[in-house]
């Protein structure tokens, strides 16, 4: 990487810095390599440290970059894509489905799911806990609420904890007909047990996407799954053999 | 607010302190008020400026907090859900379409746009400019690159330049079947010229959301549209009448 002086540009310092690095990391780094330190970097492109780090976040952002304490700023991998939805509609937990369920406890719903589940305060609901593997990587923890009216015959014999009761509640689920779903994708930050299975530090920036299943006029079950935003893409497709190749790194024009 | 000491927290201290400040927000003060400043803030809560800055950063994040050079923090009115995606697709340009024609002129598309579209490098496209409104706010900036094998009948005659050659672009590219759309959402920063269109600063957190038109086998046209990521929640439903009404303040547990 030259030396590259900015004095001259017209943008912010910060964001004309980010767009030559972006260059030199398509050109001169491999994927996994990590960048010299920040005081090398900022002699290197004669600019002031706050403008470079200014700069290393936007590219974090992006997700061109990935900052790990004890590693050191390397080069991050492209995103991968995460199928988030198809035309194929179902219920969670039907097969095909790509989240492994790892446990279920009685629990009240924060107050906005339970708004969309119309549960009365208090009320306890089957929350379970999912993750999804993608290409050998954690990328998404999710949350499911299921409400006791949505599986009126589960009983607590059949299955009284963990990843089984889990499947047990999927299972009952599964007996109604699934009317639709609608979804909503959000900017969130990692709460701290995300953040631990998604292998980031709380508050990291995550996408959150909350599903609602519709069933017989009312919402049967919600989901709140939160995806890792540095890794992923989050693909709607309604065609299940196209696929969006080439994630773009948006604003490296 | 009264005074609330973290000392015993298990969780890091920003953390904690970002739970207590969200209670704080939903009890003690109006959308749109005047958090009071920092250094007051970390007094009360009892911890460092950086702590206290890193709970404001996280809050922001989730959209509960807005910080505007010379204005303050304030906090931030519910995300509005727009919506990205029904059941109805149809080309961009379509009745119905939220979308306003800002621009048009020819360009090279970016190399992931060009890949997409299997244009050759350096080939120009007809780049259309477009901007989304809702609720009174601009909350979207669009770049749509179509082909000119995409539009084969345009003239230059028709518009040669502006919002009117965009609206005879997308009328032209109406005549041709629709198969179907793709699309992908990813976190990204806002570039200078659309942070500019959406009142924000360049390299603000934004949801790019990509499309794919496919038509006659290929990729007709690519749509690139940055989302504000402070107030928008992109929603995708499958049945108009449904809206998702709650914005989950994600990690307000």
């Given at each position: 990487?030259?030396t590259?002086q ?6 912010p310092?910060?964001?004309h810095?980010k ?6 990391l398509d050109s001169?780094?491999a994927?996994g390599?990590?960048?010299p330190?920040e005081?090398?970097l ?18 974090e ?7 790990r304490?004890?590693?050191g ?5 492209p995103?991968?894509?995460?199928a988030?939805?198809?035309?194929d509609?179902?219920w ?7 989240w ?26 089957h929350?379970l806990?999912r993750t ?8 998404a ?6 409400p006791s009216?949505s599986?009126p015959d589960?009983?607590a ?19 109604f ?10 900017l ?9 299975e998604l ?7 995550v ?7 519709l069933s017989?006029?009312?919402?049967a ?16 497709g ?6 969006i190749h080439h ?5 490296a024009?």
């Amino acid at each position: 990487m030259g030396t590259t002086q900015l004095e001259a540009a017209p943008e912010p310092k910060y964001w004309h810095l980010k767009t030559v690095l972006s260059e030199a990391l398509d050109s001169e780094f491999a994927v996994g390599e990590i960048l010299p330190n920040e005081r090398d970097l900022a002699a290197r492109f004669g600019v002031a440290r706050a403008t470079l780090r200014q700069a290393l976040e936007q590219l974090e952002l992006e997700g061109r970059l990935q900052r790990r304490r004890g590693v050191g700023t390397t080069v991050a991998p492209p995103r991968v894509g995460v199928a988030v939805a198809s035309t194929d509609q179902d219920w969670p937990g039907a097969s095909g489905d790509a989240w492994q369920a790892v446990d279920c406890v009685p629990d009240v719903p924060p107050a906005a799911v339970a708004d969309m589940l119309e549960t009365a305060p208090g009320e306890t609901v089957h929350v379970l806990r999912r993750t999804r593997v993608s290409h050998g990587q954690p990328v998404a923890a999710e949350l499911l609420y299921v409400p006791s009216t949505s599986v009126p015959d589960l009983t607590a014999i059949d299955a009284p904890s963990g990843a089984a009761r889990a499947r047990a509640v999927l299972r009952e689920l599964q007996r109604f007909g699934l009317d639709g779903q609608d979804r909503a994708v959000e900017l969130g930050s990692a709460r701290a047990d995300d953040a631990k299975e998604l292998d980031r530090l709380p508050g990291a920036p995550v996408l959150v996407v909350t599903t609602r299943y519709l069933s017989g006029g009312v919402t049967a079950a919600v989901s709140m799954a939160t995806y890792r935003a540095d890794t992923c893409r989050l693909t709607f497709g309604d065609s299940a053999g196209v696929e969006i190749h080439h994630a773009p790194h948006t604003q490296a024009s």
